[in-house]
């Protein structure tokens, strides 16, 4: 009696083989792995791990080193994104590509625009347009906007729509949720679990852990650019999983006590510039951490603007205090950024790339260009100093570099962000803006920043802190308040919150109800 045959064994999409990339060093090394169609594969590791390297690599954008890929069983060599994607294999990444002068139409479509006798057909480009963004949940947005006019995360929600073709046989999602609200992110959830029944197979670099374990079949953990784990994401503990991605115990602060507040330090009243910031009172203490919460478009980045001088206010003021007295109005706030900064208030920016770094210069000169007076005598540098102090701020904050004059754009996301950090350890500040200060960061590096917000209270300064990740604020913040609609709708203690609590008040005035007068949330009085 013969056996019969055993069943075929389906090929992956794609299949990765030995995957190496070097630079002056070695990023990635030995990196083997299969995507299998319909899955969606978890990549997580520290910053510098080597994920957007390999991500890139899938893509076209960068080349191997050694090693090789196989798309559908067949030798996969992209030399371009283009040709990658001609291939079916698309990247949302991290960084956005989007022509900020187009429309969003003109940005979904780029490549593909509807057009007659070498006219484009408008009303055909905004129809077409308008259905990709429906397919994740943004069909309040008029095609015809141009996307300058869109906050970060409504810009990363068309990234996403653009990348969403019916060709795509691979998808790579890098961090596509670190600027979105709970809200765009089940949105994009659903539409993933759309592709995953179509057979799409799915690249999800991320971060947020609990995300993994929401949306993940299989997940892969890199660590120093070697693959160090591959398994199934059913059934793995969070403790668990941060272990293997950074090789020590990570621990949360959810539990941790109200800090003790100080005296006031900055207050504004009646602030708003039109309708984006709607008459906000606002007081931030010596000592605390204060969060700020809302939906994309809820006014919270507006907000942080004002209160730096990168946007005028048309109405309210900004007062700084001193011992308990006001020592500095500001009507209708600052008149720019210098002049907020010689106030003593610092930006950690939601978009460090365009706006925090100057990328091509070294280490040294982004970490100490906020207080040029500090490492300089008679108008000449005092190099020495200067090496010193960003060696000294390096250390501190454990950034992972070569050398301080090793250029910011070749450092990985979180590592950028801790010299954005160690430019306000560098200049005194007493108030610091923190607008998604842990945006695309791993959680050894979140760990790190955490840690220094705190040495940063217990020196008596005042933090404001916006994030998405509600679980960021309830771990960090003292108070959380709530943005929406261009208002400051409640401000919770800790202790009195609850994520359902802040969700609620998110969305009491964007769908026009007041919060509920039953919630635990207390005015932020003068």
Known sequence: MTSSPAAPTATPVLALSA??????????DDVSLVLNAGEVLALTGENGAGKSTLSKMICGLVQP???????DGQPFAPGSRREAERLGVRMVMQELGLVTTLSVAENLLLDRLPHQAGWVRRNRLHELAAQQLAKIGMAHIDPATPVARLGIGQQQMV????????DTRVLVLDEPTAMLTPRETSHLFE????????GVAIVYVSHRLEELQRIADRVAVLRDGRLVDVRPMAGVREAELVQRMVGRAVHEHEGRARRVAGPVLL??????RAQAVRDVDLDLHAGEVM?????????RTELVRLLFGADRADRGGITLHENGQATQPARQGWRSPMQAIRAGIGLVTEDRKSQGLLLTQSIRVNATLSDLGAISRGGWLLRAKERGIAQ???????????????????????NQQKVVFARWLHRECKVLLLDEPTRGVDVGARADLYAELDRMTDAGKALLMVSSDLRELMAMCDRIGVMSAGRLVAVFERGQWSEQSLLAAAFSDATGHAASPSSTATADTP
């Open 19 to 28: 995957l190496g990339k070097d630079y002056a060093a070695p990023v990635l």
């Open 65 to 71: 080193t050694r090693g090789r890929m196989l798309l």
């Open 159 to 166: 990234e996403i729509a653009r990348n969403l073709q019916d």
């Open 191 to 198: 539409q993933i679990d759309r592709l995953k029944a179509r």
């Open 267 to 272: 207050s504004a009243r009646g602030l708003g």
């Open 291 to 299: 969060g700020l919460a809302g939906l994309v478009g809820s006014g």
């Open 392 to 414: 000294g701020l390096v250390e501190l904050l454990r950034v992972r570099s070569r050398s301080i004059e090793q250029p910011v754009a070749t450092l990985s996301g979180g």
